[in-house]
């Protein structure tokens, strides 16, 4: 792995660096490995994604493009930069954006705010941050819709945002259908995309 020296600020670019890291020093960062998010001053490295974790990513990207596309509801994208809020800066794995809120893109690099639904794979090592840190300050931003789907299993929980907090209003286990409140009319078997189970005849997307 090349190591490269950023500055600001002058110390070694990694997570455990005493020195606060500005939004401008975690930006000027190189592109490649390892990747990071920057929360509260600090860095955070996102682990090398397994070949799992980012079949998932790619088999609920294909599937979520199509019906978004033919209902002209927004755009997903996977792993873009989000400056939820002036300390925090995240990459989550999926990000979806209404139509109506594209004015939230900024220079058609990053989502400036929240998005309208944030999708995090979760894996050994970002499970407990995607369960807790992460959950907590989406709801605090206000993205409305939080799906978490466990890479292992391919369980899908989904979150709707409330006054009282992040609402788990569905617990999908990889044999059953997957029918997100957020997109009326879309369904999806998570184990028969990723090859499985077989898919169900009545199954659409």
Request: no cysteine; aromatic share 10%; charged share 20%.
């Amino acid at each position: 792995m090349m190591e490269t020296a950023v500055a600001p600020p002058p110390v070694a670019t990694t997570p455990t660096a005493a020195s606060t890291w500005t939004r401008e020093a975690y930006r000027a960062l190189p592109e490649d490995y390892p990747y990071y998010e920057w929360e509260d001053g600090e860095l955070v490295e996102m682990p090398r994604p397994r070949l799992r974790h980012q079949k998932i990513i790619t088999k609920l990207l294909v599937a979520l493009s199509v019906y978004v596309t033919q209902h002209q509801l927004g755009e997903i994208w996977p792993e873009i930069e989000v400056d939820l809020t002036e300390t925090e800066t995240y990459i989550p794995d999926l990000t979806f954006l209404e139509a109506g809120h594209f004015d939230r893109i900024e220079d058609g690099l990053r989502i400036v705010g929240a998005p309208d639904l944030v999708v995090e794979v979760l894996s050994p090592a970002t499970a407990v941050r995607d369960r807790s840190t992460k959950l907590s300050a989406y709801q605090q931003a206000g993205v409305p819709w939080y799906w978490l789907v466990e890479a292992d299993t391919l369980l899908i929980s989904e979150y709707k945002n409330t006054p009282d907090g992040y609402l788990l209003t569905a617990t999908v286990p990889p044999s059953a259908t997957f029918t997100p409140t957020l997109f009326p009319g879309f369904s999806l078997n998570l184990a028969a995309l990723m090859g499985e189970q077989p898919v169900k005849e009545d199954q659409h997307e």
